[in-house]
């Protein structure tokens, strides 16, 4: 399998990992061979419930067996997608009330780009540096990686980037400026916390200059750092809300959400100011309906915390200098970047699966599944500090 994939399959590096994959439950993910590979790192935050959840799988095949695809996006009412995105607002504060729904984290942050230029009148856009919102030509503008963008030129014009948690930067956003973009939690950078009310500042900022926030919570979001949402650790309500990966165990997926009067903007002049022919797919909003039930009706948000507190009591050692984030947003900062290379991959020879951030080259990502055990939680930290102690 592994000689077609690397020969059909577009790579996205000269180096996959390539596990030969035969299935997946809870924890574990399974290869060709029948080895169990621990997952501290669910599918990069997706898979919010594990693998393969049974209310999850269950949801998924009585809305299959029902009807899957029947109209593009906006124009039928449909059980999962409504009764879905009205329990999201009966659990986000206000104005946040009315979510589009989308295919991706990427297309939501394409969707609240345009939706904040089209409220507001205003084009330019402020981002902040070392973020990572996707990579849609959009959504890669907003990067300030240069080495990143220089081949994909010209991207999106009118975008800033202020510096994540530096106060004296807020003076760039003005009157000008459509929106602010910022992940509550920055990912790719390291697990970045806001801090000394970081997020109630530039919403200030905002509020005086007539702007929009918004923030990304396509990695903390659906319980991971210990609140369903993690803006609700900073005392900070965006204008428009990005959600994705974790909303659906596993499926693709994004949404934004706003108010009903900011969203209606993208509904006329011009009409069909977005439109997407599998966003709100019923099939995937059914999964993303389980999901969000189990985390309303359950201890694993309020678990994540705790969770974090054994992680951290157990990943002790001289080479992890630093774990950043909160709940089972967890990065490993290592004494160098070669550590922590090896670390994820002599991790995979011994079926624990760790992976790295995008810029931050010293870490190691821990973001497993919310239902992880105890029992799993001490055997990966095991096998963590023996290889740490073997290097």
């Not at 929106?179 to 009310?197: H, M, R, S, Y």
Request: charged fraction near 20%; aromatic fraction near 8%; proline fraction near 5%.
């Amino acid at each position: 399998m592994n000689k077609d994939f690397l020969q059909y399959q577009a790579q996205t590096s000269p180096y996959p990992l390539g596990m030969e994959v035969s299935h997946a439950s809870g924890s574990y993910i399974y290869d060709t061979n029948g080895n169990a590979h621990l997952d501290f790192v669910a599918g990069v935050s997706a898979c919010t419930l594990g693998h393969c959840h049974p209310e999850v799988v269950d949801a998924i095949k009585n809305q299959v067996e029902k009807y899957m695809h029947v109209m593009v996006y906006g124009e039928y009412s449909q059980s999962p997608a409504t009764t879905y995105t009205k329990l999201l607002a009966d659990n986000l504060p206000e104005p946040l009330e009315v979510t589009y729904l989308v295919n991706s984290g990427t297309e939501a942050i394409e969707g609240a780009l345009k939706l904040a230029r089209r409220y507001t009148g205003r084009s330019q856009i402020i981002a902040a540096k070392s973020a990572y919102h996707g990579n849609t030509m959009g959504s890669l503008s907003l990067m300030d990686f240069e080495e990143r963008k220089s081949v994909f030129r010209p991207l999106l014009p009118d975008i800033y980037h202020i510096d994540f948690n530096n106060d004296k930067d807020l003076e760039k956003i003005t009157n000008k400026t459509a929106c602010v973009i910022l992940e509550t939690i920055q990912g790719g950078a390291g697990f970045i916390l806001p801090k000394n009310d970081y997020l109630k500042k530039v919403k200030a900022r905002c509020e005086e200059m007539g702007a929009l926030l918004i923030l990304d919570e396509i990695q903390p979001g659906f319980g991971r750092t210990g609140k369903l949402f993690a803006f609700e650790h900073f005392d900070c309500v965006p204008d428009i809300l990005v959600i994705g990966k974790g909303m659906a165990s596993g499926l693709p997926v994004g949404a934004f959400t706003a108010s009903k009067e900011i969203m209606h903007t993208l509904s006329e002049n011009p009409k069909m100011g977005h439109i997407t022919t599998f966003g709100g797919n019923p099939v995937i909003a059914a999964s993303s309906l389980a999901t969000l039930n189990v985390l309303l009706n359950s201890n694993l948000i309020a678990e994540t915390l705790r969770k974090e507190t054994l992680f951290k009591s157990l990943l002790k050692h001289p080479k992890i200098k630093e774990i950043r984030g909160r709940g089972l947003m967890l990065a490993l900062l290592m004494d160098t970047p070669e550590t922590a290379n090896e670390l994820v991959l002599r991790a995979k020879e011994k079926n624990l699966i760790l992976f790295w951030l995008l810029f931050e080259n010293r870490a190691v990502r821990i973001s497993p599944p919310l239902t992880i055990s105890d029992k799993e939680i001490k055997e990966g930290c095991a096998i963590i500090l023996a290889l740490l102690n073997s290097m």
